[in-house]
């Protein structure tokens, strides 16, 4: 079986400094744009590599309310 959860950061990487080179040449600074590119591009690429390990849900475990919780 094949580990693909490896292959999030760099397309992580990649659509963020499209987006900061985009940003970048909008405020006219593009240096600023690239910085800020890899640090979103890195943000999405740990957000998509832990999605990627997340486990399901049980649904036969129910995680309802506690009753007869005593209050006063």
Known sequence: ???NKAAFLP???GAGIAIGVALGS???NLAMGIALGV???SGLGVAGMGAANAKPKDPKKDDGPV???GGD
């Open 26 to 28: 909008a405020m006219d």
């Open 11 to 13: 397309i992580g990487m």
């Open 39 to 41: 640090a979103i591009g």
């Open 1 to 3: 079986m094949k580990d």
């Open 67 to 69: 009753e007869g919780g």
